[in-house]
């Protein structure tokens, strides 16, 4: 083992804190420092009523209006720089972006098609781009190892092979995936199919992005990378890149996409009004069935494709979307105009075969807050071989410092099974996934099998602190 990844951890702490002081500090909020409990919002901020507000109850709104990232193909130049962005409202903010945009572009793609797309580091620190919940081959993947200096570039070149779904793209550097995407690096990326045109469901204004995240800000209110080993968790809840966002929308059905972009922070969404969401997908596209549920919680990396049925709803009313772990208000829906929607919810989505009869089974131990299997990352380690092809049984345990988000690179899998802790499988946990919440005291068991590429992939915990300290595996699949 190279290097030690506690001492990373203090070294961008120490170089985060010296840029805000610094290089970074042109912004033009007064001073507020998070809290150390994490919970509370500074001051400037609080004013729309994002501390935990009720929510709800009349129309229009003092809110920011949410910000819809732009769309584009995955094609062209993708820069990762220091950006100064307005966080709604007139509030500058300085954070790291994608093509100056925060979130990132939202890149929308049709199966079938290819990506083309060149990455350029603007960032002073070395970066490479990962596209999380994309089926592509080793050198698309942004492993670690093909992380380009400052000033360098890497070139993407892959097919879509995979069926709709919403995936995430952000950095993957060796020790620094925390901070570069605490500080703004992320974004969201569409994949379309016939099945889902075949479903006829909500699109356009009708169909809207969530990348909810937390975000912490220096006295300047600039963003700011504070890390714990226990998880980087923010003070100010940021919907899109908005502070206190609310969105105006019509007596209609919605489809929101919705990504847990916390590095640390489990979320548990539900409106305030006790609005239903309808389920219709998660990491890896549709469930079998859609499933309505008053309350849905995810990891970081996890995503949801709900349906939000809004007929019922007087103009003039409004209600608001809620973290209730944290009692924050994340984003309000302000029911403002009259339409006749016609649109059906759909019962049955699509067929999902099922992995079966594993032909053997893993056990992987996730230690402490820096360990697999008790051993601390190594890039240039791989530690096991898995055989292209095979439906394998993998079984998730962990001796305490969970939450553990399990990410697995390279394929989409089943979770069958979660024992102690919790005891259950959730609705949202259905289907295909690329990551599963491993809770203190659970055994969480995947059926997996890669059939899209051999080659070198990661396994990791999505807490990025956690991943940044050596929560990390590279395994290749033969
Ligand atoms: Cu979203 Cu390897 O990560
Ligand atoms: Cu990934
Ligand atoms: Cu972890």
């Known amino acids: ?25 042109t912004g033009l ?32 709104s003092a809110r920011n209006p949410l910000r819809i ?49 060149t990455f350029v580091n603007g960032l002073s620190h070395e970066s490479i781009t990962h596209w999380h919940g994309m089926i592509v081959d080793t050198p698309n993947d942004g492993h670690p190892r093909e992380a380009v200096p400052p000033g360098g570039s ?31 690096l992320a974004g969201a990326y569409l994949i379309r199919d016939d099945d889902e045109a075949a479903l006829g469901l909500p699109s356009g204004p009708h169909e809207v992005p969530l990348i909810v995240r937390d975000a ?74 859609s499933v309505s549920l008053s309350e849905i919680t995810i990891c970081p990396a996890e995503r949801l494709d709900v349906l939000v049925d809004l007929r019922g709803h007087a103009p003039g009313t409004s209600l608001m979307l809620q973290d209730l772990n944290t009692g924050w208000d994340l984003l309000e829906l302000t029911v403002d105009r009259s339409v006749a929607d016609g649109t059906a919810i759909p019962g049955a989505l699509y067929p999902i075969e099922r992995l079966t009869a594993p032909v053997r089974t893993r056990e992987f131990s996730f230690d402490g807050m820096s360990k697999i299997n008790g051993q601390v990352y190594d890039m240039a380690r791989v530690d096991f071989q898995v055989p292209f092809g095979e439906t394998e049984l993998w079984r998730f345990t962990t001796n305490g410092n969970a939450p553990h988000p ?27 996934k ?36 050596g929560m990390m595996s590279n395994f290749e699949v033969v």
């Open 154 to 184: 890497y070139v993407y070149d892959y097919p879509i092979i995979q069926r709709a779904s919403l995936n995430f793209y952000h950095p993957h550097p060796h020790g620094m995936t925390g901070e570069q995407v605490a500080m703004g």
């Open 406 to 432: 399990v990410h697995v690179h390279g394929a989409y899998y089943q979770v069958v099974s979660r024992s102690g802790g919790r005891a259950r499988l959730y609705p949202w946990e259905g289907g295909w």
């Open 1 to 25: 083992m190279s290097r030690d990844p506690l001492s990373i951890t203090r070294r961008n702490f120490v170089r985060v804190t010296a840029g805000a002081a610094g290089v970074l500090g």
């Open 69 to 117: 990232p732009p769309t584009q193909a995955p094609t062209g130049v993708l820069t990762a720089a220091p950006a100064e962005v307005d966080l709604g409202g007139g509030v500058r903010s300085r954070v790291w972006a994608y093509n100056g945009q925060f979130p990132g572009p939202t890149l929308v793609a049709p199966t079938g098609s290819r990506a083309d797309m």
């Open 216 to 289: 912490t800000f220096d006295r300047n209110g600039n963003m700011q990378y504070k890390p714990r080993s226990g998880g980087f968790e923010g003070n100010t809840p940021l919907v899109n890149g908005t502070l206190d966002p609310a969105l105006s929308v019509d007596t209609g059905v919605y489809r929101f996409r919705i990504l847990n972009g916390c590095n640390a922070r489990i979320l548990r969404f539900a409106f305030s009004d006790g609005t239903p969401f309808v389920l219709i997908g998660n990491d890896g596209g549709f469930l079998e069935a």
């Open 29 to 60: 909020l007064s001073a507020c420092e998070p809290d150390p409990a994490g919970l509370s919002v500074s001051p400037q901020f609080a004013k729309g009523g994002g501390g935990g507000g009720k929510g709800g109850g009349q129309g229009g």
């Open 434 to 469: 690329d990551t599963v919440l491993l809770e203190d005291g659970e055994t969480v068991e995947i059926l997996i099998r890669f059939d899209g590429y051999r080659g070198l992939y990661l396994m990791h915990c999505h807490k990025l602190e956690h991943e940044d300290m």
